[in-house]
């Protein structure tokens, strides 16, 4: 079966990334858009994900520009009293439904579940092996990016038969405790499960936590969607810069100034990722003692792992909790604007949502692919320090170049997934302006800076 399907653009991957361009794309033209995706509906990896999962930042900051994710609200309660509401999987996957909806409901997008995208502008159904075929239709990978999670992705290392491996998805199920468990992991997936454990009632001394790498997070409560809160941190970031001569001094700095955040201050962190993290949930990790640093395994056994230098004896009934997926993905930069794809990547430092956002409203606005890449060049997920330093030189660059046009700035400081936005009516003070004057003073020599340290 065959049918033809007339769309202007086909939206490969109806992800975060996704759903971001769709919006502001269908929102400032008048398009018609087929949304494809090998899952059964929109959210991305959010519908494969372990339960406890939350974002990692400010709902406000996820999602799409027309439509905020949440209420908008401090938290009331809890150790993040004070701060900006976090959705959980399930409130995102709704969120993420309703806004499908709606897009349908437009007659601008239609949606194809459970479909891959098998090049030349044809659709295939996994369902029903119908084909699509869509003729002329501009191509939008919205793949480039997509992350690998435990839930989709084997254990990368072996395991014997009667060892117990589980997902980190598994744990919200178990139905008989082990006398130990071990998590395998150094990125948020792991500090989550840790956190998860503990808020269980698990001993700390219960807990072996294999981690290859040591982590530098970003302090949660200065990634804000409040302007003197964000530009402050955003200044600081750039004065430290300035006169930091590696990247660990740079690193250091940050810590000092109470913007990054190490779980154990005597071992210096390789891997910067940058997640946020609350100093609650630092305070946590902290008394997980029993951590294992001899870098990824290579094999499980009833009763111990191996390593490349040797093994390491665990109970006889541990439960090992795999949360070693590689996460982000770091392929090359690419012109966003290819005559064979836009493919959606960061448009500035981090905030993938705005990015994507950013990167529809220019698709809906201008004509040119030329200066369409001019005017949003990507930057990259970091990975290592060095990586950091430059997703901050690239990503500034861009947010510089786009918000140099006033029709782009305009609109990008009425949508809440811009970080570094100051809302019309947004009420002057003097740590405001403090942060704007610093901004405006230490940038181009912090970004010359941070360009060596990369």
Same mark, same amino acid.
Request: proline share 11%; with cysteine.
């Given at each position: 079966m065959s049918r033809t399907v007339d769309v202007d653009y086909l939206v490969v991957g109806a992800g975060a990334m996704g759903m971001a361009f769709t919006d502001a794309l269908i929102e400032h033209a008048d398009v018609r858009v087929a949304l494809v995706d090998r899952r059964h509906g929109v959210s991305g990896h959010w519908l494969e994900a372990y339960p406890f999962v939350r974002l990692h930042q400010?709902?406000?900051?996820?999602?799409?520009?027309?439509?905020?994710?949440?209420?908008?609200?401090?938290?009331?309660?809890?150790?993040?009293k004070g701060l900006q509401e976090r959705a959980t999987q399930a409130e995102i996957c709704a969120y993420y439904a309703r806004i499908l909806e709606r897009m349908v409901e437009s007659g601008k997008v239609e949606f194809f579940p459970n479909s891959e995208y098998v090049g030349?502008?044809?659709?295939?159904?996994?369902?029903?092996?119908?084909?699509?075929?869509?003729?002329?239709?501009?191509?939008?990978?919205?793949?480039?990016?997509?992350?690998?999670?435990?839930?989709e992705k084997p254990p990368p290392f072996g395991v014997a038969e009667g060892a117990r491996v589980l997902p980190v998805n598994a744990l919200a199920r178990l139905e008989e405790s082990p006398s130990q468990y071990v998590v395998v992991g150094s990125g948020k997936t792991a500090t989550d499960a840790c956190i998860w454990l503990l808020s269980r009632g698990v001993?700390?001394?219960?807990?072996?936590?294999?981690?290859?790498?040591?982590?530098?997070?970003?302090?949660?409560?200065?990634?804000?969607?409040?302007?003197?809160?964000?530009? +402050?941190? =955003?200044?600081?970031?750039?004065?430290? %810069?300035? &006169?930091?001569?590696?990247? $660990?001094?740079l690193f250091l700095g940050l810590e000092d100034a109470g913007i990054m955040l190490r779980i154990d201050r005597t071992v210096?962190?390789?891997?910067?990722?940058?997640?946020?993290?609350?100093?609650w949930e630092l305070e946590q990790l902290r008394t997980l003692e029993n951590v294992v640093r001899r870098g990824h395994i290579h094999h499980v056994d009833r009763g111990s792992l191996t390593f490349a230098d040797g093994s390491l004896a665990v109970a006889d009934d541990a439960l090992v909790v795999h949360c070693a997926a590689d996460g982000l993905k770091y392929p090359p930069l690419l012109p966003v604007w290819r005559p064979e794809a836009i493919t959606l990547q960061p448009i500035r430092a981090g905030?993938?949502?705005? +990015?994507? =956002?950013?990167?529809?409203?220019?698709? %809906?606005? &201008?004509?040119?692919?030329? $200066?369409?890449?001019?005017?949003?060049?990507?930057?990259?997920?970091?990975?290592?320090?060095?990586?950091?330093?430059?997703?901050?030189?690239l990503g500034t660059q861009s947010a510089m170049s786009f918000s140099s046009e006033p029709d782009i700035k305009a609109w990008s400081d009425g949508v809440a997934l811009n970080p570094a936005r100051v809302p019309p009516g947004y009420p002057a003070s003097a740590a405001l302006d403090d942060a704007r004057e610093r901004l405006a003073k230490h940038t181009k020599p912090a970004l010359a800076q941070l360009a060596q340290l990369s």
């Open positions: 400010a709902s406000a900051f996820y999602g799409v520009a027309s439509t905020l994710l949440g209420g908008g609200q401090l938290q009331q309660r809890g150790p993040e030349d502008g044809t659709v295939v159904s996994h369902i029903s092996g119908e084909r699509f075929e869509m003729p002329g239709a501009r191509i939008v990978d919205a793949r480039y990016l997509a992350p690998s999670i435990p839930a001993d700390p001394d219960a807990i072996c936590w294999v981690r290859p790498r040591d982590p530098w997070m970003l302090n949660r409560a200065l990634i804000q969607p409040d302007p003197a809160i964000f530009l +402050g941190m =955003a200044a600081d970031t750039m004065q430290i %810069a300035e &006169r930091s001569t590696s990247p $660990e001094e210096m962190p390789t891997m910067a990722k940058a997640p946020t993290l609350a100093t905030f993938p949502c705005f +990015g994507a =956002a950013v990167t529809g409203y220019v698709e %809906a606005t &201008r004509d040119a692919d030329t $200066e369409k890449n001019r005017l949003c060049p990507p930057s990259p997920f970091p990975d290592t320090m060095a990586t950091w330093a430059m997703m901050n030189v």
